[in-house]
């Protein structure tokens, strides 16, 4: 008895305005929650649906929202969850400046300029497919009118720093810094459109159950940053040279003699 009458006060401890914040708040991502805005009172079934958008976008992060016009141009296979306007950008900061160029985003946050190219099913099932994805990353073949506001001038001064895989979470898994590491990835983990998945342990390697790629790799992420911004950040990062210290140093012990 005690049991049910605890179950029955913690029912009763959330207040329906409580659900009705929790709902205009999730709406910003969540269309279907927008019919609660003006609501004062809520049936079991409509707290119940609330509860289940909490329960499942509960401390997910880099969550950015997107226009309808932008949903339907990414795809559903792109979106967080069904019904919920949204795609998952891992590592992304709020601050960064993102452009969703139909099926691509480009972000730019800290100087750098990702690219989040796009590829087809077929392709990214394709060991053959993807290796070719990634040769013209790196050469900076990928059609670059679809994917940023770079005139083609303006992108030659731009160099491919590293690819890595888009899937539905965003950027996962290694950065590749040339093609020839990109395409022996690739042949390792590709094989008859199944992706085979590695963990390592102490003893040896586990091999996962393979997965179809088709569901979840969206295509290959791209950073490419201005030749001059590189060399630049690098002179920032690197010590102060010495050559002051070592000449001024014979001149003063000179004078002293």
Same mark, same amino acid.
């Given at each position: 008895?005690?049991?049910?009458?605890?179950?029955a006060?913690?029912? +009763?401890?959330?207040?329906?305005?409580?659900y009705?914040?929790?709902?205009?708040?999730? !709406?910003?991502?969540?269309?279907?929650?927008?019919?609660?805005? %003006? +609501?004062?009172?809520?049936?079991?079934?409509?707290?119940?649906?609330?509860? #289940?958008?909490?329960?499942?976008?509960?401390?997910?992060?880099? *969550?950015?929202?997107? !226009?309808?016009?932008q949903?339907?141009? *990414?795809?559903?296979?792109?979106?967080?969850?069904?019904?919920?306007?949204?795609?998952?950008l891992? %590592?992304?900061?709020?601050?960064?400046?993102?452009?969703?160029?139909?099926?691509?985003?480009?972000?730019?946050?800290?100087?750098? +300029?990702?690219?989040?190219?796009?590829?087809?099913?077929?392709?990214?099932? !394709?060991? #053959?497919?993807?290796?070719?994805?990634?040769?013209?990353?790196?050469?900076?073949?990928?059609?670059?009118?679809?994917?940023?506001?770079?005139?083609?001038?303006?992108?030659?001064?731009?160099?491919?720093?590293?690819?890595?895989?888009?899937?539905?979470?965003?950027?996962?898994?290694?950065?590749?810094?040339?093609?020839?590491?990109?395409?022996?990835?690739? %042949?390792?983990?590709?094989?008859?459109?199944?992706?085979?998945?590695?963990?390592?342990?102490?003893?040896?390697?586990?091999?996962?159950?393979?997965?179809?790629?088709?569901?979840?790799?969206?295509?290959?992420?791209?950073?490419?940053?201005?030749?001059?911004?590189?060399e630049?950040?690098?002179? *920032?990062?690197?010590?102060?040279?010495?050559?002051?210290? %070592?000449?001024?140093?014979?001149?003063?012990?000179?004078?002293?003699?």
């Amino acid at each position: 008895m005690a049991r049910g009458r605890r179950g029955a006060k913690k029912g +009763r401890g959330r207040q329906t305005d409580d659900y009705l914040t929790s709902a205009r708040q999730l !709406s910003r991502i969540v269309p279907s929650l927008k019919k609660f805005r %003006n +609501r004062k009172t809520l049936t079991k079934s409509e707290k119940a649906t609330i509860r #289940r958008r909490e329960k499942q976008l509960r401390n997910i992060p880099f *969550l950015v929202p997107v !226009s309808k016009k932008q949903a339907k141009k *990414l795809g559903r296979k792109k979106l967080f969850l069904p019904g919920v306007q949204a795609v998952q950008l891992r %590592n992304v900061h709020p601050e960064a400046k993102i452009k969703f160029k139909g099926k691509n985003v480009e972000v730019l946050q800290d100087g750098q +300029r990702w690219i989040y190219w796009a590829l087809d099913t077929d392709t990214v099932r !394709s060991r #053959r497919g993807m290796r070719k994805a990634g040769q013209d990353a790196f050469n900076k073949q990928f059609p670059i009118e679809r994917v940023s506001d770079l005139a083609a001038k303006a992108f030659q001064k731009f160099r491919v720093q590293q690819v890595h895989l888009w899937a539905h979470a965003g950027i996962v898994g290694d950065a590749f810094e040339s093609v020839q590491q990109f395409v022996m990835w690739v %042949n390792e983990k590709w094989n008859q459109g199944r992706y085979i998945s590695t963990r390592y342990f102490a003893g040896g390697d586990i091999y996962t159950q393979p997965s179809d790629p088709g569901k979840w790799v969206n295509g290959i992420a791209i950073l490419i940053e201005d030749t001059g911004y590189t060399e630049k950040r690098k002179a *920032l990062t690197n010590e102060p040279p010495q050559k002051t210290n %070592n000449v001024v140093s014979p001149k003063r012990s000179k004078k002293k003699t």
